[in-house]
């Protein structure tokens, strides 16, 4: 009912910049925050940046200054610019929507997952 469909990773050179979007489609009826972490292989999942409907945004340190978060509320969609990067942000990026109201439930989604890799 509700998908989360991730686009704009890929492999980029250290210092470069790529721009990830998500996309929530379904019945929607509003979402409450929405985000962006990520998984290295053989390490934990991590928070990388989050903004609520209002435009809070949350960054992880060792994003800070370098990523930005942004939210199209109308498209249901959620943006993360990637500057500056680094071999060490080399992860697979997940969208992650929290607080999904639908006409039948409200919960959280994630996304399949968009391969980022940086070479150094």
């Known amino acids: 009912q509700v998908q989360l469909v991730e686009s704009g990773g890929g492999l980029v050179q250290a210092g470069g910049s790529l721009r990830l979007s998500c996309a929530a489609s379904g019945t929607i009826v509003s979402i409450n925050a929405m985000g962006w972490y990520r998984q290295a292989p053989g390490m934990q999942r991590e928070l990388v940046a989050t903004i609520t409907s209002g435009g809070y945004t949350n960054y992880a340190n060792s994003v800070k200054g370098r990523f930005t978060i942004s939210r199209d509320n109308a498209k249901n969609t959620v943006y993360l610019q990637t500057d500056s990067l680094r071999p060490e942000d080399t992860a697979v990026y997940y969208c992650?929507?929290?607080?999904?109201?639908?006409?039948?439930?409200?919960?959280?989604?994630w996304g399949q997952g968009t391969q980022v890799t940086v070479s150094s």
């Open positions: 992650r929507a929290r607080g999904v109201i639908t006409t039948t439930a409200i919960r959280d989604y």
